[in-house]
């Protein structure tokens, strides 16, 4: 049996220019020389330094297992001195994601959000990378229920024997930290009723009944794990592709439609996904709106191959950005009608997500200052 390989995803808000817009040039710097340290260490095979708004996400591949030790130390030391960086130049909310001073043995509870998947290489291995920036942990949810239960969005399910074999699809309550397994299509109507409540259940895992882990989802939910509001949860996925999984296109599909999203403007705010290039990430109308962005790559060997030379060092192969083009033109442009339209509702619900949601909220302040004047009906 082949070796197995890792990929491992890890993300978070260290410091960034002029309010939550994008972290320095210096901070990508210093955390891509972090991560060149683990190859040459010999814990890490590949890498690569990316970011989506004010998020930076570390990719990296290695066979050393899901929640190793030794990598999520390398991502922790690559997020702390970003964030010393950001520091120095007194940056917008430096350390912001990173909830203590020292590494714990691993990053979930710490802050950053973390998805990784372990699997045997196949002859040939594309996989997607999306990275979202202001917005919740289930904001993948309903693109993951159209990729791997939607036969009207991957005709594979019908016609592709293998990927008719279905899916098994890991859901986990946010709020109490459970999860439980539940089978697609057999269970399709059970797994809808659950992941339809965004505000409490998510998709953390997908996998294919033959060949293993299909898509992982971060969703550690930030402000549950600080006890108090530190930053929005901003999640990363990855899917692989092709061979009895989703084609790329497939994969791609479900971000044609501008859903809403919670978080947003002080993480309390519903805006509608802004698919785009890494490049324009950067919020730009109201602290947004939401964005996510979607990288593609090939695993070759356990290295990260994109569109460089195979030959070029770790860290320097620069994956696809599939929303850079001008056909998801129509998509940004619905996108922001529909922000906009949302942002008219000022501190009105449906503009602001619901009381229990909020991440900043004086209402407990005001009840109690007029608890003496309310009267019976």
Same mark, same amino acid.
């Given at each position: 049996m082949?070796?197995?390989?890792?990929v491992?995803?890890i993300?978070?808000?260290?410091?960034s220019?002029?309010?939550h817009?994008?972290?320095?040039?210096?901070m990508?710097e210093?955390a891509?020389?972090?991560?060149?340290k683990?190859?040459?260490?010999?814990l890490?095979? *590949?890498?690569?330094?990316t970011?989506c708004?004010d998020d930076?996400?570390?990719l990296?591949?290695?066979?050393n297992g899901?929640n190793h030790k030794g990598?999520?130390?390398?991502a922790?030391n690559?997020?702390?001195d970003?964030?010393?960086?950001?520091?120095k130049?007194?940056?917008?909310?430096?350390?912001?994601?990173?909830?203590? *001073?020292a590494?714990s043995?691993?990053?979930?509870g710490?802050?950053?959000?973390?998805?990784?998947?372990?699997?045997v290489?196949?002859?040939t291995?594309p996989?997607?990378?999306?990275?979202a920036?202001k917005c919740?942990?289930a904001?993948y949810?309903l693109?993951?229920?159209?990729?791997f239960m939607?036969?009207?969005t991957t005709?594979?399910?019908?016609?592709?024997?293998?990927a008719h074999?279905?899916?098994?699809i890991e859901?986990?309550?946010v709020?109490?930290?459970k999860?439980?397994i539940m089978?697609?299509?057999?269970?399709?109507?059970?797994?809808?009723?659950?992941?339809?409540?965004?505000?409490?259940?998510?998709?953390?895992?997908?996998l294919?009944?033959?060949?293993?882990?299909?898509?992982?989802v971060?969703?550690e939910?930030?402000?549950i794990?600080?006890?108090?509001?530190?930053?929005?949860? *901003?999640?990363?996925?990855?899917v692989?592709?092709?061979?009895?999984?989703?084609?790329v296109?497939?994969?791609?599909q479900?971000f044609?439609?501008p859903?809403l999203?919670?978080?947003?403007?002080?993480?309390?705010h519903?805006?509608?996904?802004?698919?785009?290039?890494v490049d324009?990430?950067?919020?730009?109308y109201h602290?947004?709106?939401?964005r996510v962005?979607?990288l593609?790559?090939?695993?070759s060997?356990?290295?990260?191959q994109?569109?460089?030379?195979p030959?070029?060092?770790?860290?320097?192969?620069?994956?696809?950005d599939y929303?850079a083009?001008k056909?998801?033109?129509?998509?940004?442009?619905?996108?922001?009608?529909i922000s906009?339209?949302?942002?008219?509702h000022g501190?009105?619900?449906?503009g602001?997500?619901?009381p229990?949601e909020l991440?900043?909220?004086t209402?407990?302040?005001?009840?109690?200052?007029?608890?003496?004047?309310m009267e019976?009906?």
């Amino acid at each position: 049996m082949s070796e197995k390989i890792t990929v491992s995803l890890i993300k978070a808000d260290v410091g960034s220019i002029a309010g939550h817009s994008r972290p320095h040039p210096k901070m990508m710097e210093v955390a891509s020389l972090a991560m060149s340290k683990g190859v040459k260490d010999g814990l890490l095979l *590949d890498y690569y330094v990316t970011r989506c708004g004010d998020d930076m996400e570390l990719l990296m591949t290695h066979r050393n297992g899901e929640n190793h030790k030794g990598v999520h130390e390398i991502a922790w030391n690559a997020f702390m001195d970003a964030a010393q960086e950001a520091k120095k130049m007194h940056l917008y909310a430096a350390g912001q994601d990173l909830l203590s *001073d020292a590494f714990s043995g691993n990053v979930r509870g710490q802050g950053p959000g973390a998805a990784e998947m372990e699997f045997v290489e196949r002859p040939t291995e594309p996989m997607l990378i999306f990275m979202a920036d202001k917005c919740g942990p289930a904001a993948y949810s309903l693109p993951i229920a159209k990729i791997f239960m939607d036969p009207f969005t991957t005709t594979g399910l019908v016609i592709d024997p293998r990927a008719h074999l279905g899916y098994d699809i890991e859901v986990v309550d946010v709020i109490d930290h459970k999860k439980v397994i539940m089978s697609s299509p057999a269970e399709m109507y059970d797994i809808l009723a659950l992941i339809g409540d965004t505000t409490r259940f998510a998709v953390k895992r997908v996998l294919h009944r033959d060949i293993g882990i299909a898509a992982v989802v971060s969703t550690e939910k930030l402000n549950i794990s600080a006890g108090k509001y530190v930053g929005k949860d *901003d999640p990363v996925m990855m899917v692989r592709c092709q061979s009895g999984l989703p084609a790329v296109g497939e994969a791609l599909q479900p971000f044609a439609f501008p859903q809403l999203v919670s978080g947003w403007m002080r993480g309390s705010h519903y805006g509608a996904w802004y698919p785009c290039a890494v490049d324009e990430s950067d919020p730009t109308y109201h602290d947004g709106p939401p964005r996510v962005c979607s990288l593609g790559l090939q695993i070759s060997n356990g290295k990260i191959q994109g569109i460089e030379p195979p030959n070029s060092p770790p860290g320097n192969h620069k994956p696809l950005d599939y929303f850079a083009g001008k056909e998801w033109d129509p998509v940004r442009n619905k996108a922001m009608e529909i922000s906009i339209y949302m942002r008219g509702h000022g501190p009105f619900m449906p503009g602001i997500v619901s009381p229990e949601e909020l991440e900043y909220t004086t209402r407990p302040d005001v009840l109690k200052k007029i608890e003496s004047r309310m009267e019976p009906l």
